[in-house]
């Protein structure tokens, strides 16, 4: 996204001086998640990418993203982006996120926080799924995924893939259950 598009979504739903209580966070504990059943507040999975930010492999951009992708079942399952010299076999935080979760058997997601910036640095813009992670995501998501696009625990931007990506393709253009097998 463009910076000015950014500014826009800014207005409507914007979670700036919002401050959530994170005395529940239990889910920062393992990359593939804290535990079910407890659903985490915003803050908790905005503080889930943060931490997988921290092992994002960008030797080639210094631009480090970690996502928070919170199953339908509680769990979270955290990713990082991963750079390679190649340059095209890189894998967004996102995606990463999304392949740890279906490669274990998880298919239904409520939400996923998304968070990014040059290494070294404090995030002065959210950072939005790329073109390429919003289709991948919609394929399980669909339109009513949350979205929390943070710069912070409680400065963040909330839309929706379908917000995100309108009128996208997916499943059900194949006539196909999202996710199914
Ligand atoms: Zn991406």
Do not use: W
Request: proline letters at 6%; charged letters at 25%; aromatic letters at 8%.
């Amino acid at each position: 996204m463009y910076p000015d598009d950014l500014g826009q979504l800014r207005q409507p739903r914007n979670h700036h001086g919002r401050r959530a209580s994170d005395q529940l966070y239990r889910h920062d504990e393992s990359c593939t998640g804290g535990g079910a059943g407890m659903k985490p507040t915003d803050a908790e999975l905005i503080r889930a990418a943060f931490k997988a930010r921290s092992f994002a492999y960008t030797p080639y951009s210094h631009f480090k993203v970690g996502a928070a992708l919170l199953a339908k079942n509680g769990m979270v399952y955290t990713g990082c982006n991963i750079e390679n010299a190649g340059y095209t076999p890189t894998n967004c935080a996102e995606r990463t996120a999304l392949f740890k979760a279906v490669s274990e058997g998880v298919t239904e997601f409520t939400d996923i926080a998304i968070v990014g910036s040059l290494d070294g640095k404090k995030n002065t813009l959210v950072t939005g799924p790329c073109g390429v992670c919003r289709q991948a995501l919609y394929e399980f998501c669909g339109p009513r995924l949350r979205v929390l696009m943070a710069k912070s625990e409680d400065d963040y931007i909330e839309t929706t893939l379908g917000d995100l990506l309108p009128y996208g393709f997916g499943p059900t253009n194949l006539e196909i259950e999202p996710g199914a097998d």
